[in-house]
């Protein structure tokens, strides 16, 4: 099954989210911001990156460009999650190299179908 | 799959009420006029976070107010409103509110709709007008079976050009997943198009080609497939066409498509044998151990119940060990000096240390540091300062000094009396300081550090001072000292502890009631401490205040006079000295005095 990177500084989202994709048999790897996020994507292969924007010590589009910049993470899916009154942000997302985006607030269920949309 | 969410909700409110925390100190720390855009963003960062949550989790109540936050702050950022006393209070004041709400939520009370509203109106009124919102509503969106009737006859066919840009791969989108997804909703017919497909020796594996021509047959609408398509907006050229046959209509930049490039169109399938571009497969054996996720956790929050349950347990176990020394001791000085005596001596020896150790362990576990207690003070002080119209600096040093929680708590209260003291009597009005030729700000210094098995803190500040001829005019005229002592500067200064002993001119709401500076006294005394005071007139006035460091455990002095052994605090034992023979006289016969540094 697929291992699933996911960052959020707010650890209630992160809890529901690894408590989410857990249940439907992901592996979960959790980070609190960016920085977090690449130090433990640089460990090991993750299939999937689902990333908040606004975090501390480094951004969610930052740890997007600094991914791609790795050759293990150049076709790797990235998601953001992001509010729906920002459409500049999906677009701000897409120009560093994003696959696609989750709206806040999700359902669990939509979580997941979101998921599967990106790993196929 | 469902999922109950309400799990997560102790976490939300415990990282809501953190993030809140910040929030406060941050606001703390901004100057009006200056713009501190690292602070600025993590406002706005902990508003945002805070709004997602309890959008996530239904509290729309906390919703609507930190989206005018985060608006607000987002408008700070960008330039477009200043920083001035008027937004800091507002966006305060919204955070007392929040935190209140938060607080409620969390015993599972109801909250105040109304103070909720009045928070954000007065959010509202600094946003400038074209940007103020009139509602916000972010519903969960719950996935609907229904299907889509928009527009869309049922069973209709669909056809779709699609032709991806060269680049799609570097955005993590594959045309395959693409492909399956519209399979799941219908019956696919696919047909690939490779005219764009270069000579081998010019191919860059990493570079899209292909493009395709779909026949969906499905009853979904075009929103559907809209959405499949969603993430690749802008990554490639895209038809889609309701149809009952006959060519698709490209774009012009689709064109030429030769006809003898198309393959003959496959039923598509979904499992297909190689991948169309170079990711490399990964098999299980090469999957990694997953990290605990838990690793970043470096505290854990115990009930107080269990640390004190653990404290009485060592305290039992300290006196057994000090009954087992005594044994021990009696033993060897009965001669039973064997080898077993000696080992039993070792190990009680041994005993004794560690039992020693683990005390002092389980001790620390109830020291905190003091800046819990002080972190209210920021707040406190900017408040009292807006209120007398003085300017006041705090300066907080030592605050990472540790000790016991329940000291902590108690001494909470007699702080903010001191501190407030300090700010109605202490510092004076700006007009005032300039005309005694200080800087119109005043500074109060809040220290606390470690000496001799006590804790210290300290509070200074560099107001007027104490009037010691005012305090002498008051105590002679209560009758607390004579009209014709002359007392020292400390001792009047130590009357202002007396009961009901206050000069202040007139009885403010903030203090100079009278009660006051005694009941400070009588709780630090309760603690076990002292409060001092050291003052010079016009340069300011210093309080000391000296606590233990715990009170789960007292050191003490074994006492025995005739049969009766008593025990003395070692903190209430001021000296001890040997009693010399010749140094005792006998008065009368009846009564012995013993004479000490030349006195009786």
Not at chain 1, 71 to 76: A, D, N, S
Not at chain 2, 361 to 377: D, E, K, T
Not at chain 2, 573 to 584: F, M, T
């Amino acid at each position: 099954m697929a291992t699933i990177l996911t960052v959020d500084d707010s650890a209630s989202i992160r809890q529901m989210v690894s408590f989410t994709l857990r249940g439907a048999g992901y592996e979960v790897l959790e980070a609190v911001d960016g920085e977090d996020a690449l130090n433990k994507a640089r460990v090991g292969p993750v299939n999937l990156v689902l990333t908040d924007l606004y975090m501390p010590k480094m951004d969610g589009i930052t740890l997007i460009r600094e991914l791609r910049k790795l050759p293990t993470y150049r076709f790797v899916p990235m998601l953001t999650l992001t509010t729906e009154s920002s459409p500049e942000r999906k677009a701000e997302g897409k120009a560093v190299g994003a696959t696609g985006w989750l709206v806040k607030p999700f359902h669990p269920d939509r979580l997941l179908a979101t998921i599967e949309k990106a790993l196929g | 799959m469902s999922i109950d969410l309400s799990q997560f909700h102790q976490t939300f409110f415990e990282e809501s009420l953190e993030g809140l925390e910040t929030m406060e100190t941050g606001l703390l720390n901004l100057s009006p006029g200056e713009v501190e855009t690292e602070a600025v963003n993590t406002l706005f960062r902990v508003a945002h976070s805070i709004k997602g949550g309890s959008a996530m989790f239904g509290f729309s109540a906390i919703t609507s107010l930190t989206h005018v936050m985060e608006t607000l702050l987002d408008h700070v950022r960008a330039g477009r409103a200043g920083i001035d006393r008027l937004l800091v209070d507002a966006l305060l004041a919204a955070v007392d509110c929040l935190t209140e709400t938060v607080l409620a939520m969390k015993d599972g009370g109801g909250h105040d709709d109304r103070h909720i509203a009045a928070s954000e109106a007065q959010l509202q009124s600094l946003l400038p007008a074209h940007s103020r919102i009139e509602v916000f509503r972010a519903p969960v969106r719950e996935p609907t079976d229904e299907p889509e009737g928009k527009g869309v006859a049922i069973g209709a066919t669909w056809r779709i050009g699609f032709r991806p840009f060269p680049h799609l791969f570097k955005t993590g989108n594959d045309p395959l997943r693409l492909l399956r997804a519209l399979a799941g909703v219908g019956k696919l017919a696919v047909s690939a198009d490779i005219s764009r497909l270069p000579a081998f020796g010019d191919l860059d594996p990493e570079s899209c080609y292909l493009g395709w021509d779909l026949t969906l047959d499905s009853d979904v609408g075009r929103e559907t497939i809209g959405e499949v398509f969603e993430w690749v907006d802008g990554d490639c050229d895209l038809v889609i066409t309701p149809s009952s046959g006959g060519p698709i209509p490209l774009p012009e930049s689709m064109l030429p498509v030769p006809e003898a490039d198309h393959h003959e169109p496959v039923l598509y399938d979904p499992h297909p044998s190689g991948h169309a571009h170079g990711e490399p497969s990964r098999t299980g054996s090469e999957r990694r151990q997953p990290v605990s996720p838990g690793a970043e956790a470096s505290s854990i929050r115990v009930s107080i119940q269990k640390i004190d349950a653990l404290i009485n347990l060592v305290g039992e176990l300290v006196i057994t060990q000090s009954m087992l020394s005594q044994c021990g001791q009696d033993l060897s000085s009965q001669g039973a000096d064997n080898s077993i005596g000696g080992r039993l001596r070792d190990g009680l020896a041994q005993l004794a240390r560690n039992t020693r150790e683990l005390q002092e362990s389980v001790l620390g576990i109830r020291m905190v540091p003091i800046s819990f207690s002080f972190n209210r003070f920021p707040r406190l002080v900017r408040d009292l300062g807006h209120k007398l119209r003085k300017n006041v600096e705090l300066r907080v040093s030592g605050e990472n000094t540790e000790l016991d929680k329940t000291v902590m708590e108690k001494i909470g209260d007699p702080l903010v009396h001191l501190i407030r003291n300090a700010l109605d009597h202490g510092i004076e009005t700006p007009e005032e300081r300039r005309a005694a030729g200080k800087p119109d700000t005043g500074v109060l210094h809040l220290n606390a550090y470690h000496s001799g098995g006590r804790i210290l803190i300290e509070i200074a500040d560099d107001g007027a001072g104490i009037d010691s001829r005012k305090i002498l005019a008051r105590a002679r005229a209560r009758g607390l000292i004579a009209e014709g002592d002359s007392p020292s500067e400390d001792r009047i200064h130590d009357l202002i502890f007396q009961p009901g002993f206050s000069t202040a001119a007139e009885v403010t709401d903030i203090s100079g009631r009278g009660v006051g500076l005694d009941v400070v006294r009588r709780n630090i005394k309760d603690l076990g401490g002292v409060v001092e005071v050291r003052s010079r007139a016009g340069q300011g006035s210093t309080f000391l205040i000296k606590l233990p460091l715990t009170l789960a455990i007292l050191d003490g002095q074994l006492i025995r006079v005739g049969e009766h052994v008593y025990v003395i605090p070692l903190v209430s034992i001021i000296e001890s000295l040997q009693v010399r023979k010749d140094r005792v006289s006998s008065l009368a016969g009846t009564a012995e005095l013993y004479q000490l540094r030349n006195e009786y």
